[in-house]
């Protein structure tokens, strides 16, 4: 039992059986003292449970957790902290509208006279806090005012402020512009050398694991499948650990279609739900044949855009027009006969009805038309689910039958009944937003495919989405957005990844007058 | 192919017999606990019931606002808009159709009740499409404005019938009484049970036909379920909202006009002992199932009329009846969770049983 020193956190045989699914398998870990030990998986298949488990917030059906070599129990985050091992979830736990300082402290305040807090003590710790991990944060900042990257920060000084030595981070970088995410490995990398922190990250993002682990574990289905050293690791490996097959991330083949202007949009301005302005002058066109990428950080005005486009939100100046008829403010149903179908970013939102079956799900849009309504009124139940049937088939939608509600999907194959759906209408103009966002890997490539074979038919396509990887790989254009306004149009393959950083972020606004041209 | 549907429609069916079963049990324990014999109770309260052509026909007349209010709620709660104002409808809905009933004495009997037919539901409809455009156009809360709006249609009518539309035979808090030719035949001698069934089961069939064979209907659904994806997908929720309140309101304000029509052949003040709020417990549940509506109503009516045999022939309570039904209700609003703990610990033995094997 020499080794068992260096073995920080054991995980033996953990099962976790949730009403109807078994989260965790007889899953095994090992962590080890000071390293950077990354968690991958598709959705669904355990990671998150598994932390959580590790972290107190679920008790686990069956199976031990040795720390340090002994068995203990944690049955709550009080436990884990107390034991140093701290958690990053992935959606932030700040209030808002509290300073950094007063943020970090909650919980553990330091009171004067036991009765009030004690702002100054508070502040003169954050910026101990601060010097000690080398993570820069100004204490009296309210929190709402500060960029997402920022506000991870402080999550993590939150952390290591309870004593954290074992960083549990939950998706870190789901959230964050490539900048933001090369700073935050480097804090992780910091904290591992310079301080001796033991760094747990779960993630999906295969090249972030082979940029940054130590090492990486693979979960599928609730089982742990292995554990490697990450310098014997490659993506394609990593990818069939995933998804128990193999995977092609071969190039996508594209056509050359000639150029028609098919959506032209002018001078778009509109708010946001609180009232404030969201989009400002907005100018672009698309084409038949071609697909435009819209990079930006998420909250830059890309899901009014596309609210606006599909007449879900009103504008307040601009117009667009669609094959030359000029749309101002339509209803959605309008705007959907002119040639517009709508891939929406918040499936669940705005996608579908999770109580309703998949059959009715699929029928959304034409369910008063020939000849699945009898003349307009009766439902042809046969011509719905035939249509229904042929579809799930098509799409490679997993369900036993299209009588059951889609809610019972797996994310995945919600978002393919989504996109089944829309793209059945053969539109000439396609808005999709976020067609991928918490897809797992299998249904990832598939749905990629489906996009490009519309654009090799002729559709024109505008994709909306928060990751750079899927904009560069499927757009023949890009432009960025940054605060609401068009900051640059780029061909793909004219611009890096990095440097579209710049213009999400609005960083290179010297350059961004030469980037946005008026086509 | 319907399998994994018919057994999500079973499973509710088993939880519904469940509770029913149960607080008929709870109902059998109070029995027992005042020293009364529950085996002769509800064999009162069943002979009561359907022991005689009298009494079933008493319990079918009191199917018949029942299945009505009970559809006005389905239709407007799969909607997703709320009608809590089904009473004040039904008031206003009598009161226009004694209206007709008094003021257009010489018309013929079948255009005289068509008329008043059409007037009592207009009236209610149009009493509901006042909160369904506050909450559309305002987002005023249509829970709170129907409510609300029961108070003013009960005093209103109140005051009419005891000032301007007085009947001037006796204080009778009513109207007069409405021309012959307005009268719905009864069907069975001494029980209120009238024509008016025949209409109330024409109305059942076209709600039900719109509610699950249209496209209509589907579009109700789907708002109810979502209205964001429903105005994603092009329905005009806010129209398909009000559509359904008015219709819902319609349905109430008919529920009084055959009151008026058939049993009581004027309006009086206190024309309904609730039988919107009874329609709503019979919607809830069945889960907004216009099938449903009609067969819980049955039983409603049912439980009613036994209720007030078993009180005469045991000196059992007739209130006891309410205890019951508000048991169901609690039982049904239950179900999830229970479902919920039921399929908890039968997962949970069933890691135990694995366990145990692997052990073993």
Known sequence: MYYMTKKLIQVKNISKQFPGVLANDKVSLDIEKGEIHAIVGENGAGKSTLMNIIYGLYEPTEGEIFFEGEPVEINSPLDAINLGIGMVHQHFMLLPSFTVAENIVLGTEPRKNRIFMDFKEAVSRTEELSKTYGLKVDPYRKVESLSVGIQQRIEILKVLYKGADILILDEPTAVLTPQEAEDLFNVIRKLVKDLGKTIIIITHKLQEVLAISDRVSVMRHGKMIGTLETKDADEQILAEMMVGREVLFEKLHKEKIPKEKVLSVKGIKARDNRDLIALDQVSFSLNAGEILGIAGVEGNGQSELVEVLTGLRKMEEGTFTVKGIEVFNKSPREIRDLGIAHVPEDRLATGLSSEATIWENMLMGIQHTEPYAIKGIHMNKKKIMERSDRLIEEFDIRTPTGDLPAGNLSGGNMQKMVIAREFSFNTPILIIAQPTRGVDVGAIEFIHSQIIEKRNKGAAILLVSADLDEIFRLSDRIITLYEGKITGEFLNGEISKKDIGLYMTGKHMDLAGRGASNE | ?360
């Open chain 2, 1 to 360: 192919m319907n399998s994994k549907l018919f057994k999500k429609d079973l499973e509710y069916i088993v939880s519904l017999v469940l509770s029913i079963s149960a607080s008929l049990l709870i109902g059998a324990l109070i029995m027992m606990a005042n020293g009364r014999s529950p085996a002769v109770g509800y064999g009162a309260l069943l002979k009561g019931a359907f022991g005689s052509k009298y009494n079933m026909a008493n319990t079918f007349a009191k199917t018949v606002p029942l299945v009505l209010t009970g559809l006005a709620t389905a239709i407007s709660f799969r909607s997703g808009i709320f009608n809590i104002g089904g009473e004040g409808q039904l008031y206003l809905g009598a009161f226009a159709a004694a209206y007709v009933g008094i003021t257009f004495t010489t018309l013929p009997k079948g255009i005289g009740i068509i008329l008043a037919i059409i007037a009592g539901a207009l009236v209610g409809g149009l009493y509901a499409f006042v909160p369904g455009l506050l909450k559309v156009k305002y987002k005023i809360d249509e829970v709170i404005t129907t409510i609300m709006l029961n108070t003013v249609a009960v005093f209103f009518t109140s005051y009419l019938v005891n000032y301007p539309f007085a009947t001037t035979r006796g204080k009778l808090n009513g109207t007069e009484i409405i021309a012959d030719q307005f009268h719905l035949s009864r069907l069975i001698r001494l029980s209120t049970l009238n024509t008016s069934i025949f209409f109330m089961g024409f109305i059942a069939l076209l709600i039900y036909y719109l509610m699950e064979k249209t496209s209509t209907g589907y579009d109700f659904k789907l708002v109810g379920q979502n209205s964001l994806f429903a105005r994603f997908g092009g329905i005009n929720d806010r129209r398909q909202m009000i559509i359904a309140m008015v219709l819902s309101g319609a349905l109430c304000g008919l529920a009084g006009v055959f009151e008026v029509l058939g049993v009581h052949y004027r309006f009086l003040q206190n024309i309904s002992p609730g039988y919107a709020w009874d329609g709503m417990l019979v919607a809830l549940i069945v889960k907004n199932n216009p099938i449903g509506v009609i067969i819980m109503s049955i039983f409603f009516g049912a439980l009613k009329t036994g209720s007030i045999s078993m009180e005469n022939a045991t000196s059992i309570p007739s209130e006891l009846v309410l205890v019951i039904q508000s048991i169901i209700i609690l039982f049904i609003a239950g179900e999830a969770g229970f479902k919920e703990k039921f399929k908890e610990w039968n997962a949970g033995r069933k890691v135990k049983q694995k366990a145990g094997e692997r052990n073993a």
